[in-house]
């Protein structure tokens, strides 16, 4: 019995070796990627000088694009496309529901509605920026929802609706800001960001992006059993003796915290945590112990690639992020649903 849970560890510690190894790769392919092509050696050497001063020959031009601009721009893209896939997992769990993501909790619709207010009612005078707009407009939209649905009957179904709702009034109202208000420059910025927009993203939000989907992701491991227990039904878990409410508050606020904050700095991007738990399960099935951690793994790897592609895929212009998650993503999702995986 030993043995064997000796052999089990020293398999996942193997594996999470491999994962932040390609993980680091991905990174690194992805700061030498670009107008201006540069070479893994020298984004390694870069990270060297910075990390532990040690004191590579490296262009002053090349270490700035890589260090400035591109690594923390991929390590944001990462760590976004990690809180999405794992948001997703988790809703599509708790609320058994196969079409569930993290917007469904109206929080993309909400950041939109505080970003256009801050961008062309000018609210809040000033004093905070697009970001903190869309994050003050994802929490209020997270807020409505919750009470509607506590309202409406605390159910998986009234959360669903309540969503639903919540989402349609506030896109309802973030038309309208845009249609009433806004020029046609601002209106063109403002389509920019919803769709998915990196181009902003510097080491400050990567100190902010990073931590919550660590956090996020050891909060949601450490509620793995509730999660398998979850999948046959809110009464099933009880029986087990899952403390449901609990789970239910603590999952679905972190999967909140992570998707308001991820929405916030990089805008609306779509299908990551709806395709990629999907994607996940194809290869491991549905034990959340291994399945949270690959989705967060296939998610990061998902939207550094996306990143990457929305960066040259067109010389000499940057495309949405979204627009390259929505053409990659809905292929592979209409793939999975085909073989069947989806609404089993």
């Known amino acids: 019995m030993i043995s064997l849970l000796s052999s089990a560890f020293e398999n996942r510690i193997s594996a999470t070796i491999v994962a932040l190894v390609l993980l680091c790769l991905v990174l690194a392919f992805a700061a030498s990627v670009g107008e201006t092509a540069i070479p893994v050696k020298t984004v390694f050497d870069t990270i060297a000088n910075h990390v532990w001063n040690a004191g590579y020959e490296v262009d ?43 917007y469904l909790l109206g929080i993309s619709a909400g950041a939109s509605t505080g970003a256009v207010s801050v961008a062309i009612l000018g609210v809040g005078a000033g004093m905070f920026g697009l970001s903190v707009g869309a994050f003050i407009g994802s929490v209020v939209a997270f807020a ?26 506030f896109n309802a109202v973030t038309s309208f800001i845009v249609t009433k208000s806004a020029s046609a420059e601002e209106a063109r910025g403002i389509m920019f960001w919803l769709l998915g927009n990196l181009s902003g993203v510097r080491w400050p939000d990567v100190w902010l992006a990073l931590p919550i989907t660590l956090f996020g992701l050891v909060v949601c491991l450490w509620h793995a059993r509730s999660l398998d227990a979850f999948t046959f039904g ?12 609990r789970a239910y508050v603590v999952l679905i606020g972190v999967s909140a915290l992570m998707t308001a904050v991820m929405v916030s700095i990089v805008g609306s991007i779509g299908f990551v945590g709806l395709v990629i738990p999907h994607a996940a399960r194809f290869f491991v099935g549905t034990r959340h112990g291994v399945l949270l951690p690959l989705s967060a793994l296939i998610g990061a790897l998902f939207l550094v690639g996306a990143d990457v592609l929305s960066r040259v895929i067109v010389p000499g212009q940057v495309l949405p992020i979204g627009v390259i998650t929505a053409l990659v993503g809905a292929p592979a999702f209409a793939l999975i649903l085909c073989h069947g995986r989806v609404l089993r």
């Open 234 to 245: 809110r009464d099933s878990a009880a029986s087990l003796g899952v403390p449901v409410r």
């Open 60 to 102: 002053p031009i090349d270490a700035g694009i890589i260090w400035n601009y591109r690594l923390s721009r991929a390590v944001v893209a990462a760590s976004c496309g990690a809180a999405l896939a794992l948001s997703g997992a988790v809703l599509q769990a708790l609320l058994r529901n196969s079409l569930a993501d993290p």
């Open 144 to 169: 409505f929802v919750a009470l509607l649905s506590l309202q409406a009957g605390r159910g998986t179904s009234a959360i669903i609706l309540a969503g639903i709702a919540g989402a349609q009034l």
